[in-house]
């Protein structure tokens, strides 16, 4: 009977943690990824409106407490489609079609956010740390955010324009609306 008492007791207070938790889908006709490339010749960025971003947060507590994102290689749009082609080509994209995000740790302070963890981009996945913002605007609960990231660190070799290699080193961007 002890047993059968505590179990219902653990149960109640797990799901009573469990209610708390509130799921938010990222609005895509508002929310946006960018990547930017540095080259000695030119700079470009491309953008991705294909964002599908999911959080839990803490109502009780108005935090955030995880984070998912998944974007498609192929959805990014440089305003060059030759451009755009190679670019699958260089990350293989076909054969891995998709960068995830999923967050290990988030720390807020006031509506900033500090966040860890696990980016996975061209089969590597790699432990990333960044800062983000979150704002409030009417009934949206937006976060923007950016880091960098290298090519090599994922095992991609940095493509080529005039056989000269762009930066290893690329920023992202991120703006998702809830």
């Known amino acids: 009977m002890k047993k059968v008492i505590s179990g219902l007791l653990l149960s109640l207070l ?9 799921k938010f ?3 895509k006709k508002l929310s946006s990824i960018t990547y930017s490339m540095y080259h000695r ?5 491309g953008i ?6 999911v959080i839990l947060a803490d109502a009780a507590k108005n935090t955030i407490t995880q984070v998912a994102v998944s974007v498609k290689v192929s959805s990014f749009d440089s305003k060059n489609a030759n451009r755009d082609s190679h670019t699958m080509e260089v990350t293989e994209g076909l054969k891995y079609p998709n960068i995830t995000f999923s967050s290990t740790e ?3 302070q006031g509506d900033q956010l500090f966040v860890k963890g696990v980016l996975s981009f061209h089969g590597v996945n790699r432990n990333i ?6 704002k409030k605007s ?3 609960l ?3 955010g950016a880091f960098t990231v290298k090519m090599s660190q994922f095992n991609i070799e940095p493509p080529t324009l005039l056989a000269i290699p762009t930066n290893d080193e690329f920023k992202i961007s991120f703006k998702a609306v809830y």
């Not at 010749?41 to 960025?45: A, K």
């Not at 740390?129 to 979150?134: S, T």
Request: hydrophobic letters at 35%.
């Open 142 to 144: 937006e976060v923007q």
């Open 138 to 140: 009417g009934d949206k």
């Open 41 to 45: 010749l030119h700079n470009w960025d």
């Open 129 to 134: 740390n960044f800062e983000a913002l979150r």
């Open 25 to 27: 889908t990222a609005d």
């Open 106 to 108: 988030i720390q807020q």
């Open 48 to 53: 991705s409106r294909e964002l599908n971003s």
């Open 14 to 22: 797990l799901s009573s943690a469990w209610a708390q938790q509130i």
